[in-house]
Every structure is written in structure tokens, then in C-alpha cells.
């Protein structure tokens, strides 16, 4: 079946450090991969996504690229800020309809 | 404003006591799921709809139940909560059954079962 695995957190960070978390996945056929970000107290929301191998999806500064041959959408922001602590998910969809597998999510904590 | 409204928000309850956690949208959306979050296990979908009068399994349905008899409502069911149910609850939903993985969530419904 499908699965997503991320990097067990918490990760820790100064303000203005690089962040990479990793994401690696099993699924059968030609998934789409997504980040969606957890902040406290809230739902999901979809952070990027990227529905074809090479593709990069990008947003708020955040990055990821659907590298078909290592399997992977490794999660890359260049200078991290305090307002970026919350909890990232990878996730990624290749069933009927919608469906989302996610990863067990990580934590990013960013200090000033 | 485009929402997914969950009620309630936190919940405590007791071992059998049937309840059920709401869920509404209004932005249409064919597909609505619901999911539970436990620490370390990420997102667990338990059931989903595609439509109304069209429901079906998640990877964790034992011990719930929904229905869909309007489009923008989709119930989750604990007939008799066990404590093993004490979790983080998220209602989502999706335009469309495009497979593009855009879900809207609720902002979540912590259940605790004594």
C-alpha cells in the first residue's frame, strides 16, 4: 500500500536558518505530493504541492521538488522565522478520489 | 468566508455514551472525510464521501459511523466511544473527485473517552 516518511522531529532552528525536512514515499502509479502545515490550535492547510515527477512546488518561501527517482519531496526553506514554528505533514494522494496518505508529521520549532 | 465548521470543538464523555461530532461546509464541495490525529501517527482518514448517499472506509473505521444526506454535512457517529477513540478529530473537504488532494479542514474536535 501507500505510505509517507517524514524525519521525526522536534526540529529546532535560529531565525534565519535553513530548513530541510525530509520526505520519502511508497505508492503504486504516479502520486501527487503535498506539504500541508499544522500552526497550534488549527487545522491543515495545504502548504505546496507537486502532481508530476521534477515538478517544485513553492510557497511562502518554501520549497520541494517530486523526485521520482529517490522517492522523495524533501521540504526546503532558505531563512526560517519564528512565525514558521508549527507542525509540517507530507502527504500524498494515488487512490480513488482524494484520498490522502499523510506522514506522521514534524515539528519545527524556530527560535529568535 | 470559505469554512469547515466542526462542533464540538473539545468534548469529554464517558465510555458508551453515544455522540456526534458535526461537520458543515460551504464551499460545495462534492468530497468531505474525516480523519483522526494521534501523536507520531500523523493523519489517519477514517471515513470518506464522495458525494451524497456515497460513503465509504477509511484505514480506521471501526467504531464510527457518518452519513451524507446533504451535500454540505457529514457527521461522524461514536455509537459507544471507547477510550481508545480519545483522539484529535478533522473534518475536511474537497472540490471535486479530481484526485488533486486539495482538502479544506476544520479547525478539529479533541475527543476525550473516560
Known amino acids: 500500500g501507500n505510505s509517507v516518511t517524514q524525519m521525526e522531529g522536534p526540529v529546532t532552528l535560529s531565525e534565519e536558518a535553513f530548513l530541510t525536512i525530509n520526505c520519502t514515499y511508497t505508492?503504486?502509479?504516479?502520486?501527487?505530493l503535498f506539504w500541508y502545515v499544522q500552526y497550534p490550535g488549527e487545522g491543515l492547510q495545504l502548504l505546496l504541492k507537486?502532481?508530476?515527477?521534477?515538478d517544485k512546488g513553492s510557497n511562502k518561501g518554501f520549497e520541494a521538488t517530486y523526485r521520482k527517482e529517490t522517492t522523495s519531496f524533501h521540504l526546503e526553506k532558505g531563512s526560517v522565522q519564528v512565525s514558521d514554528s508549527a507542525v509540517y505533514f507530507c502527504?500524498?494522494?494515488?487512490?480513488?478520489?482524494?484520498?490522502?496518505?499523510f506522514g506522521g508529521g514534524t515539528r519545527l520549532m524556530v527560535k529568535p | 468566508e470559505a469554512q469547515v465548521t466542526q462542533n464540538p470543538r473539545y468534548l469529554i464523555t464517558v465510555t458508551g455514551k453515544k455522540l456526534t461530532v458535526t461537520c458543515s461546509q460551504n464551499?460545495?464541495?462534492?468530497?468531505m472525510s474525516w480523519y483522526r490525529q494521534d501523536p507520531g501517527l500523523g493523519l489517519r482518514q477514517i471515513y470518506y464521501?464522495?458525494?451524497?448517499?456515497?460513503?465509504d472506509k477509511g484505514d480506521v473505521p471501526e467504531g464510527y459511523k457518518v452519513s451524507r444526506k446533504e451535500k454540505r454535512n457529514f457527521p461522524l457517529i461514536l455509537e459507544s466511544p471507547s477510550p481508545n477513540q480519545t483522539s484529535l478529530y478533522f473534518c475536511?473537504?474537497?472540490?471535486?473527485?479530481?484526485?488533486?488532494?486539495?482538502?479544506?479542514f476544520g479547525e478539529g474536535s479533541r475527543l476525550t473517552v473516560l
Open positions: 475536511a473537504s474537497s472540490r471535486g473527485q479530481s484526485g488533486t488532494g486539495e482538502l479544506f
Open positions: 505508492a503504486t502509479g504516479y502520486p501527487s
Open positions: 507537486a502532481t508530476k515527477a521534477d
Open positions: 502527504a500524498l494522494s494515488a487512490g480513488a478520489g482524494n484520498m490522502l496518505t
Open positions: 464551499m460545495n464541495h462534492e468530497y
Open positions: 464521501s464522495m458525494n451524497v448517499e456515497v460513503t
